[in-house]
């Protein structure tokens, strides 16, 4: 699987770039070829076996590393999380002033909260375990309620205010008075009105 030079150099400008024409301008020095020209050689190398074996296999082998470097970053969040929540003890080594010659090490462990939510935080919202869903944003528009069905509208909380008024103010309900409801919002609001009376 022998590239030349510039298809070598063609090969890493494609990966790097993703577009086969920037890529062989890049390789080729071919600033003075006309743009037809580019696309046509860029095409040609594209079709040659040799060349798409080795793209691949660069790929293959940038996936395999991106992997594991994933697994790293995951498996030191893991321990960061363990050791901030002293669940894990770690290994200090200290040399004492009065004595500089000695190193003494020490296991430790340690609490520290704000550091072990930020592990766990990372974790939870890593590919691998997708806690952490991002919501779609909602829309900040204010947004028009919606009557219920058969409600009078307007003059019908006009009416039930002017009721409760009428309530506070001494009068006598009526019997279709919301205040006579078993609803717990209006008993609470009738309760409310009548620590108003008795205060």
Known sequence: MELTQKQHLFVLAYIELGNASQAYRRAYKATKMKASTVNRKAAELLANGKITARIDALRGEAAKKAVLDRAWVLERLMRNAK???????????????????????LEI????????????????????????????????????LAAPQGAPGEDHLADIIARFKARIAGGTPQPDDPSHSDDPIVRRFRKALDDVNAG
């Open 83 to 105: 050791i901030a929540m002293g669940e894990e003890r770690i290994k200090v080594a200290v040399r004492p002033k009065s004595a500089p010659d000695i190193v003494i090490e």
């Open 109 to 144: 462990t340690d609490r520290d909260a704000a550091a072990a939510n930020r592990a766990l935080e990372l974790l939870g919202k890593a590919d691998e375990v997708r806690l952490f869903e991002e919501q779609p944003k909602k829309d900040d528009r204010p947004r028009q």
